[in-house]
């Protein structure tokens, strides 16, 4: 069975090939990065550089397939309005136009972010996802992409997974032992709300139990590795695989939120691409708890995670040293 697999050149994208790989399927790979594209024809992955705002790219890309895992996104808090509209909006409408007309599943990775507000939220189910979130761009591309695939009359599965993680992960974990080692990390409630994460392998494993799955179409399901953990808990986890301290920072909420809410202003006026040195969406992060239920994916698609976090840091770092090492 072949699989089109968007985002296939991104963090995520090569651990779901690996996952299909692994399970007898063949995919088709398909990313404008033509440097990664070589390194998976060198692995014997079939690789189709394309753009997803191409309907050409995606029916030449699509001929053999029997599904479409969608992967592929503008996956960052901080950009212009357009670009996020292109990628996110635009490209999954392309998406569905071409599942639609080939009757190809569709497997689209959405993301938990669209939850995220300014108050704690504890074992959040799919069904409390809110209608309409303009707390960043992202947030607002993932709900309209969500609203044109649950529009379409596909065969479809939507899946959230939370704070992806593993080795390849270039934003997470690395942008906060980087700040550890620059000026420490900043803590509002003594780094004591609650947040999932998920090793990316796991993530990979829903993806693959989602296209399988015959008995439940058109469902959205969290993806989390069921861990709930205390933010400074899991750094600490960190820190202490990696035989180094964490440096906190204690900063006061209410002096931080008005300074960020006028820098993001700022930054969207004058269409500043870079993005801010911290933006509302992070911030209300480092604050809140944000956990997710996962009981409809473990019952329905027979999700468990298969590696647990701790497995997953250990992973992590152990890759970093040697990378160290070689450097
Ligand atoms: N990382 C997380 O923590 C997390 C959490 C929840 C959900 N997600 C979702 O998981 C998915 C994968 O995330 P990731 O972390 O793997 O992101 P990533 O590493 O930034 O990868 C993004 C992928 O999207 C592709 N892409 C972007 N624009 C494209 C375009 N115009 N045409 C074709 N391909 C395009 C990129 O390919 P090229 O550059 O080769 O074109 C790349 O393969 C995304 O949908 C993201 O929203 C991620």
Not at 56 to 62: E, F, R
Not at 116 to 135: F, I, M, S, T
Not at 158 to 174: E, V
Request: hydrophobic share 40%; proline share 3%.
């Amino acid at each position: 069975m072949k699989i089109l697999l968007t985002g296939a050149t991104g963090f995520l994208g090569k651990y779901v090939i690996d996952e299909l790989k692994n399970n007898s399927y063949q995919v088709v790979a398909f990313g404008r990065n033509e440097k990664i594209g070589k390194t998976l024809i060198d692995e014997n992955v079939e690789f189709f550089k394309g753009d997803i705002d191409n309907l050409d790219d995606l029916y030449k890309a699509s001929q053999d397939c029997s599904a479409v895992i969608h992967a592929a996104a503008l996956s960052t808090v901080w950009g212009l309005w357009e670009d996020f509209y292109n990628v996110n909006v635009i490209g999954t409408k392309n998406i569905v136009q071409v599942c639609e007309e080939k009757k190809l599943k569709l497997v689209f990775v959405s993301s938990p972010s669209i939850y995220a507000g300014a108050k704690d939220q504890l074992d959040v189910k799919e069904d409390e996802a809110p209608k309409e979130n303009d707390l960043n761009y992202y947030i607002k591309s993932k709900i309209m992409a969500e609203n044109i695939i649950k529009a379409s009359n596909l065969d479809y599965i939507i899946i959230r997974p939370r704070g992806l993680f593993g080795i390849g992960d270039t934003s997470i974990i690395p942008r906060l032992l980087e700040l550890n080692k620059k000026m420490g990390i900043p803590l509002f409630v003594d780094g004591k709300q609650k947040i999932d994460i998920t090793c990316v392998e796991n993530v990979a494993y829903s993806l693959r139990l989602a296209l399988e799955n015959k008995e439940h179409s058109r469902e959205i399901y969290n993806i989390t590795n069921g861990e709930p953990i205390e933010f400074k808990e899991i750094l600490t986890l960190f820190f202490n695989e990696m035989e180094t301290e964490g440096k906190y920072l204690k900063w006061n909420y209410n002096l931080v939120l008005p300074l960020v809410s006028f820098l993001e202003k700022v930054y969207k006026l004058f269409r500043i691409k870079k993005e801010p040195p911290i933006t509302k969406y992070t911030l209300y992060l480092m604050k809140y708890s944000q956990t997710l239920n996962i009981d409809k994916a473990r019952k329905e698609l027979g999700y468990s995670p298969k590696m647990s976090i701790l497995e997953g840091v250990k992973n992590y770092v152990e890759h970093s040293k040697k990378n160290d090492r070689k450097s």
